[in-house]
């Protein structure tokens, strides 16, 4: 199994910048992608971005393309989501996610971490 756990939400002013973390722990190896998503009240959850595990390639939902940035750091079995430029409706809980290998789609993920944007 994996545990992944975010951390660095908060409240931050439209235009501002956060980062958030997510580690993770367990049968790491495992590990083939971390993904971000959201969800913010009424919607449903999106993807926001992930990237592989081996190798770094990343992709980004076209929402935040250009203003967030996904990166690793293996040694500490850690993930950030750079969020730049922020915008009110990139308020949401934001989830970290995992896919091990063999598995179709993300299985193990986090508690989530809230992100408030103030105008």
């Known amino acids: 199994q994996v545990q992944v756990a975010e951390s660095g939400g908060g409240l931050v002013q439209a235009g501002g910048s956060l980062r958030l973390s997510c580690a993770a722990s367990?049968?790491?190896?495992?590990?083939?992608?971390m993904g971000w998503f959201r969800q913010s009240p009424g919607k449903e959850r999106e993807f926001v971005g992930a990237?592989?595990?081996?190798?770094?390639?990343?992709n980004y939902a076209d929402s935040v393309r250009g203003r967030f940035i996904i990166s690793k750091d293996n040694r500490n079995n850690t993930v950030y989501l750079q969020m730049n430029s922020l915008k009110s409706e990139d308020a949401a809980v934001y989830y970290c996610?995992?896919?091990?290998?063999?598995?179709?789609?993300?299985?193990?993920w986090g508690q989530g971490t809230q992100v408030t944007v103030s105008s």
């Open positions: 996610a995992v896919t091990t290998f063999g598995a179709r789609t993300y299985n193990y």
């Open positions: 367990g049968r790491t190896f495992s590990i083939s992608v």
């Open positions: 990237i592989a595990w081996s190798g770094g390639f990343t």
